[in-house]
């Protein structure tokens, strides 16, 4: 059984996205409407909004929030003036997407534009390279022509070499990809990869090198299985979402429909709930979506996900960016 | 809060804004919060799109019977009974393990049945509606839990499980003693209409006596047919387990005392009483009567149990699901069978998969399915076919624990249970313990005490960095210092203890100088920590007037380049009165390291005043003036020292 609590957006315009803090008692919302907004969750449950502001420069496409360790404001919720602290400013094109990395990687953002780069800054810290798997990210591309082969990509940094390989292209993916997100890993032998793009899928990549510790020289090789394909949507999906155990993933959809999806014991997904708004049509927007993304020539980046790490060619190294 | 309308599965949002385009986004465990959305090319556009009212966005959560008052108690209770079974099952002996398992799985019952009389002695100011529902549900739990285990842990020696299931229809079918009470309270009770029924009922559930106690308040108890039937019902044979009669024994007694029902009812004992005749058919096993009262007994297993009674009252467990069958078609097949139902017959057919596949359709809850995945596990042990039930008890926990984790008061219970289901379990235990927002001191060492308990160190060193960047934000440097030292973080350590000392070069105090003096051991983490550490306990030891040791500590701490040169200045203020005091105790040595000290100063303070101002004003200038009277202090001490060592050689 569901039960759904309205909150009054005080947004003038439609959403684009939405965050949570790393404790789940904070969100950022950000709008057409050129602003951004802070909520805090009271006492009583319910989100207040705590600060707004108008963004200058554009349009905010994404918001994402660091690790508390990075933060130094008060962790009360009670101050209401937020600092900016660090603008980047090199891309020339609009940012598609931003995320931080996880915190055993120190602080680090990567940010993907619409003219098909990934960039990743970091503030210089204490990194505890103790980590079990080689840092990953993944990259998708909404290039719409399915033509040319597979559309997500998997680099892998080595610690040795500090540099990024490609080390697995998912095949599979031929059609434009919008969004992609990794599983939180809690206790799995496997990476778990949640991809919207024409359809839900759900791909599995299990390390087949054993000894992933000392050997940093080569490489990982995948073990690559879909491990779902559902096209329940009817409809492209734009957006997926995983919770914190990595359990249930969340897809939105044309459709106007959010899914909620989870495996059973035997590693079995299937749809769980489809909650949908009343009144909705199912007459989607279709010209617009795969046409005015289009990038003539570079595969542009759709975007990325959960792992991130340092990209030595990209030289923007001074930069500090304290949320 | 608005109640989402269902229909299997499929949830609606009324609301024509989010209707357009919705998206959604996970925070935490479970929670949804759905907006409408706007895609990037919509917005490049620059469509003036008005939208069809206010901007709304859901937070959609879902809602467990697990949240309820009633259920609290339950989870609170059943934890313990858990771990105990676990920690029990793995030191028990194979052959231990079935009474602990039997206990355990009553433990349970009786806590279900609490629950029971809680919900019976509801306020009526509570939702009457949801109080039913509740009440439904635990009755259901209870029913299908003591069936469990009747058919799966406390399994009789022989198989034999009817006197069993006997007991569980008396447990959970008490309408015929509701009709003898009823009948035997008024003033004619064999004229009451609910006598015949309350005796019918009672004979069908074997209740030999209680039937007997009625029929002998019938005004017509003296005649021949009462007696002989008082006769029948009296020396019905039945069955113990451990009644040391065999079972071949048994069965041969019983067959000679129902051909005796038999000829007695051919031979016309029961004529004049149709009432008696039908109880004597009963007896005999005649299936049409027995089906006939089918309203006495409501469902189709009452049935089932009834009839075995009289036709087979040694049937064996793996028999069961053909009487289950017979007793389904009977009250009109399978169409007429509820998700309740399904998990009955499952049971007896054995099929645990399937008891457990149809539990989650039935109640909706992760608590029930989680226990009693776990107790048959324990139970089959490592039975073949059973292959699959490790590797579903720990899903099902896992499912369980994180409805728990989700919740502000539960999370702790939900721990418990994530230590008992392997490295998924440690791994979200983890996860949990480090997104617990970090409120107030209490919550916080709550969290740090169940990391500790597990070893997670880095979860430790985690919260604590948190915390205490959360204090210097706030001024509390000495708290922050105490953070930040079980933090074991050097950098952000010392980062802190310079901040201290620079205060108190500007301000002359320490502030939270309790804090500092009892670090011990810890001041080691960093250098200036032990710097700061040492330092106050030279403070102590002049407060206390061990100057002779303040002095050596003083000395040793300039000497040793642990203080930062800001410091300098202070330190030399310092040894001034120790300088001066009349005794000598700074020794000739030790006045050379304080002034090489001095000249370095010097010398620092003259480059530096050349490139620009100075640091700390007020400090620097202190010292500047007492420059001279440091220096004169020194020579005069180094005199004296000389003169006073020289002396004690000699």
């Known amino acids: 059984m569901f039960v759904a609590k309205s909150v009054n957006a005080e947004h003038k315009d439609l959403i684009h996205d939405v965050s949570f803090d790393f404790y789940g008692k904070r969100m950022a919302t950000c709008s057409s409407d050129q602003s951004v907004k802070i909520w805090d969750l009271n006492e009583d449950g319910e989100w207040v909004c705590t600060a707004s502001w108008k963004t200058h420069c554009g349009s905010v496409w994404k918001v994402t929030w660091a690790h508390p360790e990075f933060v130094s404001g008060s962790g009360n919720g009670i101050h209401s003036t937020w600092i900016k602290r660090a603008g980047l400013v090199d891309s020339r094109t609009s940012v598609m997407d931003v995320k931080f990395a996880p915190k055993i990687q120190g602080l680090q953002l990567a940010t993907c534009s619409a003219g098909g780069v990934v960039r990743i800054y970091e503030a210089p810290d204490v990194m505890n390279l103790n980590q079990l798997h080689a840092p990953m990210i993944a990259v998708g591309s909404d290039d719409p022509n399915s033509g040319s082969g597979g559309k997500v990509f998997i680099y892998e940094f080595s610690a040795n070499t500090h540099k990024w390989t490609k080390v697995e292209t998912l095949l599979t993916v031929t059609e434009p990809v919008h969004d992609l997100s990794f599983a939180p890993n809690l206790g799995r032998s496997y990476h778990l990869l949640g991809i919207a793009t024409k359809d839900v899928r759900i791909i599995t990549l299990k390390p087949t090198k054993e000894d992933s510790t000392q050997n940093q020289s080569s490489l990982s090789i995948f073990e690559v299985r879909q491990a779902g394909q559902f096209d329940d949507h009817g409809s492209t999906v734009w957006r997926v979402c995983w919770n914190l155990t990595g359990t249930i993933l969340a897809s939105s959809g044309d459709d106007g429909c959010v899914r909620l999806w989870k495996a059973n014991y035997l590693d079995i997904w299937k749809c769980i709930s489809t909650l949908r708004g009343e009144a909705v049509e199912n007459v989607t927007d279709a010209g617009t979506t795969g046409g005015s993304l289009q990038q003539s020539g570079a595969t542009g980046s759709g975007h990325n996900t959960a792992r991130y790490f340092k990209l030595a060619p990209t030289a923007h190294p001074a930069h500090v960016p304290w949320h | ?650």
């Open chain 2, 1 to 650: 809060m608005n109640m989402v309308s269902k229909n299997s599965g499929r949830w609606s949002i009324k609301d024509p804004v989010i209707a357009k385009d919705m998206h959604g986004v996970i925070g935490g465990i479970s929670t949804l919060m759905v907006f409408p959305h706007k895609a990037h090319s919509e917005a490049e556009k620059e469509t003036q799109s008005k939208t069809e009212g206010p901007v709304k966005m859901y937070q959609v959560e879902s809602f467990s019977w697990l949240w309820s008052r009633q259920a609290r108690k339950l989870i609170n209770e059943s934890v313990g009974t858990y771990l105990s079974l676990q920690a029990a099952v793995k030191e028990a002996e194979p052959d231990e393990c079935k009474p602990l398992l039997v206990k355990k799985c009553r433990e349970y019952r009786s806590m279900i049945q609490a629950c029971v009389e809680d919900v019976n002695m509801s306020q009526e100011c509570e939702d009457q509606e949801e109080i039913k529902a509740c009440g439904q549900l635990l009755y259901k739990m209870e029913l299908i839990l003591s069936l469990i285990e009747i058919l799966f842990i406390d399994i009789k020696p022989g198989g034999l499980v009817l006197g069993q299931l006997v007991m569980w229809i008396r447990v959970h079918f008490t309408q015929c003693i509701e009709k003898k009470n009823e009948a035997m309270e008024s003033d004619h009770p064999h004229l009451h209409p609910a006598y015949w029924e309350a005796v019918y009922g009672a004979v069908l559930q074997g209740r030999m006596e209680g039937a007997r106690q009625m029929l002998s308040n019938h005004s017509n108890a003296d005649t021949d047919p009462f007696l002989s039937m008082d006769e029948l019902l009296r020396k019905m044979p039945v069955y113990q387990v451990y009644g040391g009669v065999s079972v071949a024994e048994f069965t041969v007694r019983w067959q000679h005392w129902q051909s005796e029902c038999e000829r007695r009812l051919q031979e016309g004992h029961f004529t004049t009483c149709h009432q008696l005749q039908t109880v004597c058919k009963i007896l005999c096993g005649n299936q049409q009567t027995i089906n006939s009262l089918i309203d006495l007994m409501d469902t189709w297993y009452h049935l089932m149990v009834s009839t075995l009674l009289f036709t087979c009252p040694t049937v064996k467990l793996f028999r069961l699901h053909n009487a289950a069958q017979d007793a389904i078609t009977s009250i009109g097949g399978e169409q007429r069978t509820t998700p309740l139902d399904n998990v009955l017959l499952a049971a007896m057919e054995a099929d645990t998969h399937q008891v457990i596949k149809e539990c989650q359709q039935v109640l909706d809850n992760t608590w029930f399915t989680a226990h009693v995945t776990d107790l048959l596990c324990h139970t089959m042990g490592q039975k073949t076919g059973q292959k699959f039930l490790p590797e579903l008890r720990e899903s099902l926990l896992l499912d369980y624990a994180s409805v728990l984790v989700s919740h502000s008061s539960l999370w702790q219970v939900g721990i418990l249970y994530l230590d008992h289901c392997g490295a998924s379990g440690i791994a979200m235990s983890q996860m949990v313990l480090q997104r617990l927002p970090l409120t107030d001191d209490s919550c916080v060492h709550k969290i740090i005490q169940m990391a500790s308990d597990r070893n997670f160190d880095s979860i430790i060193v985690g919260v604590c960095r948190i915390m205490g960047r959360r204090a210097l934000s706030q001024g509390r440097l000495g708290s922050a210092i105490w953070w930040g030292v079980r933090s074991r973080d050097a950098a952000f350590t010392s980062h802190l203890a310079h901040q201290i000392l620079h205060k108190y070069v500007a301000e002359g105090r320490f502030e939270s100088s309790q804090l500092l003096d009892h670090l011990g051991p810890a001041m080691l983490l960093s250098d200036t920590l032990t710097f700061l550490g040492k330092y106050r306990e030279f403070h102590m030891m002049y407060q206390d007037g061990n100057f002779q040791d303040a002095a050596t500590l003083l000395v040793s701490l300039i000497s040793s380049k642990l203080a930062p040169e800001y410091f300098w200045p202070v330190l030399l203020l310092d040894a001034l009165p120790l300088l001066k005091s009349e005794e000598p105790v700074i020794s000739a040595e030790q006045t050379y390291e304080l002034m090489y000290c001095l000249h370095n100063l010097h010398n620092h303070t003259c480059k530096r005043g050349k490139q620009g101002p100075l640091e700390n004003e007020v400090a620097s200038s202190a010292f500047i003036e007492k420059e001279r009277d440091i220096r004169l202090a020194l020579s005069n001490n180094l005199a004296r020292a000389i003169i006073h060592e020289g002396s004690i050689e000699n």
